[in-house]
């Protein structure tokens, strides 16, 4: 049985490019970064340190050559904030593409892209 909801993992041409996206207009802390010969093939991101939850980012190239029967595309990703407007607005004045804000089946969410052009969603919570 899972006892923990652990990391979800994306795969990207340049790990330390998106990690420094997640951080610096994301909001998500750096946990850990491993390097392999002087490159940076992954690192770890969370919005929470003492949650034990997060993202890894892991060059996609490295892990085609490792593992090459995983499947590379990137996972659909629903995060939540409790105020989707600011969130959005913070993004916009950035320069990240976002999204217009939508409400359907009674949910607020709006959709943003990494500097690779992944599209996440993020939905709003009380």
Known sequence: MIDQFGKV???VENPRACADFW???VGLTEVSTTEMDEKI???ELTHDPEAGAGIELFDRAVVAQMSPEITLGTP????SSRDVSAMRE????KGITVGEIVNAGGMTTFNFADPEG???AVREIA
């Open 118 to 120: 992944n599209y996440f």
């Open 76 to 79: 659909s990703i629903l995060f």
């Open 23 to 25: 951080v610096d207009a």
């Open 90 to 93: 913070a993004l916009l004045e």
């Open 41 to 43: 093939i992954s690192v």
């Open 9 to 11: 993992m994306i795969y």
